[in-house]
């Protein structure tokens, strides 16, 4: 058993010796422009059968909704009008004003004459749309894999988080695990459209690997083969980035400090704090506004962290309900 | 939101939730001639992605459920078999074990039933993690089921004056049947408590929240259920210890559920209280203490001692549904995770505590 909170590197944690830097995401919201290349990649490599009715939900253009079983990215669609985003200026003014802690390479603007440049916020919009690709986080600390009795979610050596299809048992102890609501159990009930146009819908081809908890794999089949994962590939504007996690993070950090020198303070990280509740995440996400508004949880923790905690108090439990059983034989005998 | 002249073609946005109602609605700050007035502190107002859950809610069905019930009942049925093992109660003895028996198959068919690839339950068993409440769960039930089903094959042969077709084992099973019971009782406890680790290891927020009670609330519900149980099946001259079991799981319930929802986050605890978990969870106690009155009123005689048992059974079945259903409740609704984790966001940034915030500005 490995450390269940706190940071810590998650493949040595895992004791890979020798494994690769870890993997990871850093999803750039800031330029995403909500085309869904990603989710389209994702599908196509993975196999995975459709979901939904391919209808827009009747909130905005988002016909996924959420990440499941089926849907391994998705592309989240935020309409707002002016107070909104004026409110999402001055949560993220907050957050820089709480002097959160600066790790890895300072800001950039160290070493840069700052006097010059003109900070004053751009015009406030009337009105924004949020476009953000959702994923799994492959957390440092996994609530999915620490609750998976089968050992199916194993921790890969590059760090991520992935789910072996012959061992899952869908028992599903890891949907209720997950802190972010991404993995899920499969069921059927998609309707999958015929690959060819002569082939009749009325016998689509049968979904795959019903029944057992799926999830994004962070394309692990391409990383060995050194591959990019298929969404970062697709992504047209580079909102998607995939490489070492560090080196994601710096992005991360360096971008996030442009946009605040440009006046957008509303600009703000999401997962690269490995003191958080998770130990940090692998997926990091640049988004302008809190993280509820993305679906996201503000202050995610690993249930798993606590576990030995409720041990102990299953232990103190059982003590009593052992002594109360004796109390009961004992006050009856006499 | 937006003012294009397409918007009347858009289908209607559900009502965001706003928690403005205590504040009085209707106080409009944008009048729109400019004069708007910006509020000094920002009103608490709750947003999701268009009042999507975050988290998601386990894939379990009733199956579940009533697993948590009838483990109880297998884990409290085997310490009183124990019980009359020890002290000499051969009736007792013997329903007990035969109860904890058909609970705990009972129990084991439900759970297989619920998963996604019922075919691999074995699974469960192809490794031990001490991190996974289920994987525990799945070997405390496997060694208590062992034991238990010893024991009670040797009643049911007892029963059927040596009939059950068992050769040469019969000595064996014999020999073995006092030693199988006091094993099936060393994981009695565990089994009806590590339920409540499973829900509490979750980010189901109404679980989670109820992580450090629950497991007393868990056994208590145990202890009356097999109680109640033994009460039915057992004549009153030998369900003494029975009896005082009913009694102290009755009050053990009590008090548990009282200091867990007294110790949770308010809104945390809201789904405890709200539609069909709400009801249930008020039945259960009501028929708790019921059953627990009964109990104490009239538990020598047959038929108050039957109702009784029939009362805490019931309890115990509802208290299991009622909680399960309000963790279940909590994960649909993105309130329930989002609420509690701003407030204690803000509670540790007021305490001084901003360096653990997955949210920051760099
Ligand atoms: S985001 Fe959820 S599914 Fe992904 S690694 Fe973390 S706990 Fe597991
Ligand atoms: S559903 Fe599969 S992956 Fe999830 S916890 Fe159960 S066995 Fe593990």
């Known amino acids: ?46 196999h995975n059968p459709q979901d939904g009715n391919l209808e827009l939900l009747k909130s905005s253009y988002d016909n996924t909704g959420a990440l499941g079983a089926s849907t391994w990215r998705h592309v989240a669609f935020v309409e707002q009008g002016q107070e909104r985003v004026v409110q999402a200026r001055e949560s993220g003014r907050a957050l820089v004003s709480l002097g959160m802690p600066a790790i890895g390479p300072p800001a950039p603007a160290a070493d840069q004459d700052l006097s010059e440049v003109d900070t004053t916020p751009p015009d406030t919009p009337d009105f924004r749309w949020l476009m953000s690709s959702d994923v799994c986080k492959h957390c440092t600390h996994a609530g999915c894999l620490d609750v998976c009795p089968t050992g199916a979610l194993f921790r890969t050596e590059f760090g991520t988080v992935v789910v072996q299809d012959d061992v899952c048992n869908g028992c599903g102890t890891c949907v209720a695990g997950c802190p972010f609501g991404v993995i899920e159990r499969r069921s059927d009930g998609t309707v999958a459209v015929a690959a060819q146009r002569e082939e009749p819908h009325a016998q689509p081809p049968a979904v795959p690997n019903v029944g057992i908890a799926q999830k994004c794999t962070l394309c692990y089949d391409r990383l060995i083969a050194d ?53 940090g995440t692998g997926s990091v996400f640049l988004l302008l506004d809190e993280p509820e508004v993305y679906g996201l949880p503000p202050d995610p923790r690993v249930p798993t962290a606590d576990l030995p905690r409720m041990y102990r108090r299953a232990g103190m439990a059982v003590a009593g309900m052992v002594a109360a059983a004796a109390l009961a034989f004992l006050r009856g005998r006499a | 939101m937006t003012h294009s002249e397409f918007d009347s073609f858009r289908p209607t946005e559900p009502a965001r939730r706003r928690r403005t ?17 910006m509020p000094m502190v920002p009103e608490a107002e709750f947003t999701s992605y268009y009042g999507r859950p975050v988290v998601k809610p386990a894939p379990w069905g009733d199956d579940v459920a009533a697993y948590l019930f009838l483990g109880g009942v297998a884990g409290g049925s085997a310490l009183l078999g124990l019980g009359g093992q020890l002290t000499g109660r051969p009736t007792l003895r013997r329903n007990a074990r035969v109860t904890a028996l058909a609970a705990v198959s009972l129990g084991a068919v439900a759970l297989v039933r619920d998963l996604g690839r019922p ?30 089903g010893v024991a009670a094959v040797a009643e049911i042969d007892r029963m059927s004056s040596a009939r059950l077709p068992l050769g040469p084992l019969r000595p064996v099973l014999q020999a073995v049947e006092g030693p199988a019971g006091v094993e099936a009782a ?3 406890g565990p089994l009806a408590a590590y339920t409540a680790v499973l829900l509490g290891d979750t980010a189901t927020p109404t679980w989670n929240a109820a992580r450090e009670e629950l497991p007393f609330v868990f056994v208590s519900s145990a202890a009356l259920a097999s ?42 605890a809201e789904p405890l209280h709200q539609g069909r978990a709400g009801a249930m969870l008020r039945w259960s106690e009501r028929l708790a203490a019921a059953g627990g009155l009964g109990t104490l009123l009239g538990g020598r005689n047959r038929a108050v001692a039957a109702a009784s048992g029939l009362a805490l059974l019931a309890a115990s079945a509802l208290t299991r549904f009622g909680v399960f259903e309000a963790g279940l409740s909590s994960a649909k609704d993105p309130r329930y995770t989002i609420e509690p984790q701003k407030n204690r966001l803000a509670a540790r940034r007021a305490a001084g505590i901003t360096g653990d915030s997955i949210t920051t500005a760099g």
Not at chain 1, 17 to 34: L, V
Not at chain 2, 21 to 37: I, Q
Not at chain 2, 124 to 148: E, N, Q
Request: with cysteine.
């Open chain 1, 1 to 46: 058993m490995g450390q269940l909170s706190g940071p810590t590197d998650p493949s040595a944690d895992a004791r890979w010796e020798d494994h690769p830097p870890r993997k990871g995401f850093f999803t750039d919201t800031s330029i995403c422009i909500g085309c869904k290349a990603c989710e389209v990649a994702c599908k196509e490599w993975n």
């Open chain 1, 227 to 279: 591959e990019t994962p298929a969404c970062a590939k697709a992504c047209p504007t580079t909102s998607i980035k995939f490489g070492d996690h560090d080196h994601m993070v710096e992005t991360a950090r360096a971008r996030v400090a442009e946009l605040h020198a440009q006046g957008l303070t509303e600009a703000r990280l999401y997962g690269a704090n490995e003191l958080d509740g998770v130990g």
């Open chain 2, 21 to 37: 109602d205590r504040r009085g609605a209707g106080r409009r700050r944008d009048g729109g001639d400019g004069s708007r007035e």
């Open chain 2, 119 to 148: 075919e691999r339950f074995l699974h469960m068993l192809r490794t031990f993690k001490l991190t996974s409440p289920m994987s525990v769960g799945s070997w405390i039930l496997s060694a208590f089921s062992a034991g238990a």
């Open chain 2, 186 to 188: 060393l994981f009695a």
């Open chain 2, 227 to 268: 109680a109640g149980l033994a009460m039915i099946t057992t004549p009153v001259r030998e369900a003494g210890p029975a009896r005082k079991l009913a009694a102290f799981g009755v009050m053990g319930e009590m008090v548990a559920m009282r200091v867990m929802e007294h110790r949770m986050d308010p809104v945390e």
